[in-house]
């Protein structure tokens, strides 16, 4: 599953090869799930677009898209729709010329003015588009806040009174938008704090801790994985993410790499949680 860092690195890479670019022609497959949006109506709302930008929110993938050109709009410039894209387990965004092979489970092409294809690869289906005219529908966005940008008292007040454990707290996609299980554990581990503290009982210092802990741990895992940016949008799609080294995540048993106290494996909110109990309190 892809987790916020890899969404960014894709959102980031995507963009760079087609923004400016404009939509020429879209097609799209016909398994039902991963369709918002009927494929009929994506395929009619998509075509004769500008692609402004992509970006990431949360763990979609927004591509912003100005006016249909063909339909009488004054301005290309503003922001009149949006294709949403949700890679669910094993979706994948690519950046393709026209003639390179068609990957099995191909979902969608768009194709564009510069001769790029842009194209939807999901296997096990778990992925969603969504298109959104924005004369009629409001603009993407969920309900929880950036966990990049968030500032420390906006931060605070999410888990202000909240008797839930702050692992739980931070997996909880209404408080904020994309924190995977491993950027939890991560996180806590550096901020020093146990998972399954109450989150309305961190004091300001620890939320603080715990803040700068999350932003770190996703812009390094964001800036390696800049690197590899092309082996998500290559033709053939090969996959190389690199892997954040861990200090908690998944090594349970082993020694910390701070103290030497063997890891810790609990069990919070049904995930599956690493600590080192000489390092979180
Ligand atoms: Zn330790």
């Known amino acids: 599953m892809p987790e916020l860092p890899e969404v960014e690195t894709i959102a980031r890479g995507v963009n760079a090869r087609v923004r400016g670019d404009r939509?020429?022609?879209?097609?799209?497959?016909?398994?039902?799930?991963?369709?918002?949006?009927?494929?009929?109506?994506?395929?009619?709302?998509?075509?004769?677009?500008?692609?402004?930008?992509?970006?990431?929110?949360?763990?979609?993938?927004?591509?912003?898209?100005g006016p249909q050109i063909d339909r009488g709009a004054r301005s290309e410039i503003e922001i009149a729709a949006q294709w949403i894209v949700h890679l669910g387990m094993t979706g994948r965004l690519l950046v393709s010329t026209p003639d390179a092979p068609l990957a099995k489970h191909t979902h969608a092409r768009v194709r564009l003015e510069s001769g790029h294809e842009l194209r939807f690869v999901d296997p096990r289906r778990f992925g969603r588009l969504e298109f959104r005219d924005l004369t009629k529908a409001k603009m993407f966005g969920g309900p929880g806040a950036e966990p990049l940008t968030i500032e420390g008292q906006e931060f605070a007040k999410l888990f202000r009174g909240r008797k839930l454990a702050i692992k739980a707290a931070?997996?909880?996609?209404?408080?904020?938008?994309?924190?995977?299980?491993?950027?939890?554990?991560?996180?806590?581990?550096?901020?020093?704090?146990?998972?399954?503290?109450?989150?309305?009982?961190?004091?300001?210092?620890?939320l603080e801790a715990l803040?700068?802990?999350?932003?770190?741990?996703?812009?390094?895992?964001?800036?390696?994985?800049?690197?590899?940016?092309?082996?998500?949008?290559?033709?053939?799609?090969?996959r190389g993410f690199f892997q954040l080294e861990h200090y908690v995540y998944q090594r349970a048993g082993e020694p910390c790499r701070s103290c030497g106290t063997e890891i810790k494996r609990i069990v919070v909110a049904g995930r599956s949680t690493h600590y080192c109990a000489k390092c979180q309190h």
């Open 211 to 238: 803040r700068k802990a999350l932003k770190d741990v996703l812009e390094h895992a964001i800036r390696l994985g800049g690197s590899s940016v092309s082996d998500y949008v290559d033709a053939d799609g090969a």
């Open 170 to 206: 931070l997996l909880n996609q209404k408080l904020l938008a994309g924190v995977g299980n491993i950027y939890a554990d991560e996180s806590l581990f550096r901020a020093g704090l146990r998972p399954r503290k109450r989150a309305g009982k961190l004091t300001k210092q620890e």
């Open 23 to 65: 939509i020429i022609e879209a097609w799209f497959g016909s398994h039902r799930e991963p369709f918002k949006t009927s494929p009929a109506r994506q395929a009619k709302g998509l075509v004769e677009r500008r692609i402004h930008s992509v970006h990431r929110t949360g763990k979609h993938i927004v591509v912003e898209l």
